[in-house]
């Protein structure tokens, strides 16, 4: 221990405490270190022991870190310091029961609590290590605060997270005093080259709204083939924009060369509706509609805790997806045939609603493929969920990023986020963001006011 007036010179090289939540979120984080260290102390290991079954996500994170500490320790003791397998890389360690011989939270903060265990783990190994700066990384905010009261360094996991959510990409530009004729052309040919026009460089799919005086062009952008075509704002299966915005939607919804897209805006701006009535239009192009959302369960306990059948327990978390169902049948009360062609679509699950669980180990082919509420997923199971496309498949992601009901997960580190700042360049994706709800004015004065 270093003496009184002396300090001890600190390495640049660190050691990160990983807890649980970070792991839940992501399997492979102690390989995001780089060159630095990774311990991971006993409880941990031993909630995820608790996590290792069932079949939801976190179930499937907790058995791959299981697997990979147990490929990376192979004959070793994972008690000891061991070289993680790949280049450049620190080095891993399971923490046991140590105590703190100077700070000891469980005395601060009460016994038995696991949370306060890896706490003094935490707290031990900086004692062991007076040289090297020890970090706790904790998805956990709480847990964070608790290490800082202790005058132990803690931070959020920073992998996947996306800086400055506020300026995350919404897919839309508008552009005033835009030339004229160009205005003009885009309205008799409906298509124009866009090589030689001045637009503000982009390297993705775009939407544009042109303006000049009273003219307006709503055009959107094909990176791959360097176009401008107009936007139609016509009705699909009676479901009709009610804003541009919603337009610009459905054209990418409709696109068949656009394989992804993601629609996020708040409760009430169309995004689900618009994403179903965009898949029944097209329902003879693919095999099946699929419509799912992650169900957030209810006081941390699984649907299985549930009464009923499969069905019965999943029907409330589906709910939402029924509803807007309903509401383009209502469009159809006067036409019996179109009525019973959607009936006949449930009943012969070419449009199949369910939790998103129960896709699992399913290749996705020729599958218009809605996932609703998609802010309540990690990054990882975004890209879990996109490599099961299989030919022909269209994947739509539609959510809020600022209404999450998933711990650990906010505005910066949900899948949602983490997808649109990541494929907005992508040739075979688009987004686009809505402003403007249209589900009620009353619904509407929430969202803005309250």
């Not at 630095?36 to 870190?65: C, M, W, Y």
């Not at 998609?374 to 969920?385: D, M, R, Y």
Request: proline fraction near 4%.
């Amino acid at each position: 221990m270093a003496k009184k007036g002396k300090s001890v010179p600190v390495s640049s090289k660190k050691i990160f405490v990983l807890d649980t939540s970070v792991i839940l979120y992501d399997h492979d984080a102690v390989n995001n270190f780089h060159e630095h260290d990774v311990a991971i102390p006993i409880q941990v290991l031993e909630e995820l022991d608790n996590f290792k079954s069932g079949n939801d996500t976190r179930n499937f994170e907790a058995r791959s870190f299981i697997r990979l500490i147990d490929q990376t320790s192979n004959q070793k003791l994972i008690s000891d310091w061991t070289s993680l397998n790949r280049s450049n890389a620190g080095k891993f360690k399971v923490l046991l029961n140590e105590k703190p011989t100077q700070i000891d939270a469980e005395e601060v903060y009460g016994k038995g609590k696991t949370d306060h265990k890896i706490l003094n783990a935490a707290l031990s190994l900086r004692e062991e290590n007076p040289d090297k700066k020890v970090v706790l990384v904790s998805k956990d905010i709480c847990l964070r605060l608790k290490a800082k009261a202790l005058n132990l360094y803690a931070e959020d996991y920073e992998t996947g997270k996306i800086k400055n959510v506020d300026e995350l990409y919404a897919g839309k530009t508008e552009i005033t005093d835009f030339p004229e004729p160009i205005i003009d052309q885009l309205k008799q040919e409906k298509k124009v080259n866009a090589n030689e026009l001045e637009l503000p460089p982009k390297s993705g799919n775009h939407f544009y709204v042109l303006k000049n005086k009273r003219k307006t062009a709503n055009v959107f952008f094909n990176y791959t083939h360097k176009t401008l075509s107009t936007v139609s704002t016509d009705a699909i299966f009676k479901i009709k924009p009610k804003n541009i915005e919603q337009a610009f939607a459905i054209h990418a919804l409709l696109d068949p060369h656009i394989k992804l897209v993601s629609i996020q805006g708040n409760a009430g701006t169309g995004k689900t509706l618009l994403a179903l009535a965009s898949a029944l239009e097209q329902r003879k192009n693919f095999r099946q509609i699929y419509i799912t959302r992650p169900i957030v369960s209810l006081s941390n306990k699984d649907i299985g805790f549930l009464p009923g059948d499969a069905k019965s327990k999943i029907d409330p978390f589906m709910a939402p997806i029924w509803d807007n169902l309903r509401f383009i049948k209502e469009q159809f009360n006067d036409d019996e045939k179109m009525l019973s062609k959607i009936d006949e679509l449930i009943s012969s699950e070419k449009i199949a609603i369910a939790p998103l669980a129960f896709i699992r180990g399913r290749t996705l082919t020729k599958i218009f493929f809605i996932i609703d509420e998609a802010q309540n997923l990690t990054p990882h199971e975004v890209k879990t969920i996109i490599s099961r496309a299989g030919e022909h498949t269209k994947i739509v992601f539609t959510g809020d990023i600022y209404q999450i009901d998933t711990p650990y997960l906010d505005s910066e580190s949900n899948g949602l986020s983490y997808l649109i700042e990541n494929a907005k360049n992508h040739p075979l994706y688009a987004h686009i963001t809505l402003q403007k709800g249209e589900r009620s004015e009353l619904a509407n004065l929430a969202n803005e006011l309250l």
